[in-house]
């Protein structure tokens, strides 16, 4: 019954590529051209952030400069894309465009770079967005990658396990230790969710990771709340020579 739905939604809107609007065969949004124009992180790459790193791993646990002075309160990280080129306007389309449907193959992309990742009874939650903020842009774009992760992954997705309790100013423009200090103390763990990541692992996600500090935020609210490890997941990663 669902396959016949299925097929018949796909032959009224057959899947176009995200990139250039031809048809596509596979879920995964973007046709064989697209796909290699795409700036998606492969290879070695930071433990704690994702961003790639050139040479091969040796086995040890290896981190860019960044993570290194400055340790991040999460374990392990990883992001799908390098926020550049067609990766920054899918970004910007399912930010400000509203082109929600593009959350589905972006949490394909994202399942696969968090593999190494993923653990059991792992709980997928989403950076929150201020209700104000909300209120404006009608989505969060976090919580609609993270059902989409979850859908991806088969992990449970708590979509409000947390919440802003500020309203934050937007952080573009501001160094790594302005935003810590504005975020620290304005997400906190939701009261009627926090026992749900009781001695879990989390999966935090976001669209866009930059400087780490609404990561770092949103992993100390869960490690204040009893949550055993937490993990961070970003469409795309802001590298800084690029
Ligand atoms: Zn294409
Ligand atoms: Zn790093």
């Given amino acids: 019954m669902w396959q016949k739905i299925q097929t018949a939604i796909e032959a009224i809107y057959p899947p176009r590529c ?6 596509v065969t596979s879920d995964f949004g973007l046709c064989g051209t697209c796909w290699r124009d795409t700036p998606f992180i492969e290879g070695t790459v930071c433990e704690s952030c994702g961003v790639p790193l050139i040479g091969a791993t040796d086995g040890h646990r290896i981190e860019c400069d960044d993570c290194m002075i400055h340790p991040r309160p999460w374990k392990d990280g990883r992001a799908a894309l390098l926020y550049t080129g067609r990766a920054r306007r899918i970004i910007l389309a399912l930010k400000h465009g509203d082109r929600p449907e593009l959350a589905r193959p972006a ?12 653990r059991d009874r792992m709980i997928i939650a989403p950076v929150p967005l201020h209700w104000t903020r909300l209120a404006r842009r009608r989505y969060n774009q976090s919580a609609l990658l993270a059902q989409s992760v979850g859908h991806a992954t088969g992990l449970p997705v708590c979509p409000d396990l947390l919440v802003r309790s500020v309203a934050t100013p937007m952080l573009e423009g501001m160094n790594a230790a302005q935003r810590e200090a504005l975020l620290t103390g304005a997400i906190k763990a939701h009261p009627r969710r926090k026992h749900r990541l009781i001695a879990r692992n989390v999966l935090l996600v976001d669209d866009v990771m930059t400087s780490g500090a609404t990561f770092a935020a949103c992993a100390r609210a ?9 993990f961070v997941l970003a469409l795309a990663r802001v590298a800084h020579d690029t």
């Fill in 18 to 23: 995200l990139g250039c609007g031809d048809l």
């Fill in 107 to 118: 949490g394909l992309w994202m399942a696969r770079a968090a593999k190494p990742i993923l």
């Fill in 222 to 230: 869960c490690l204040d709340a009893g949550a055993n490890q937490v």
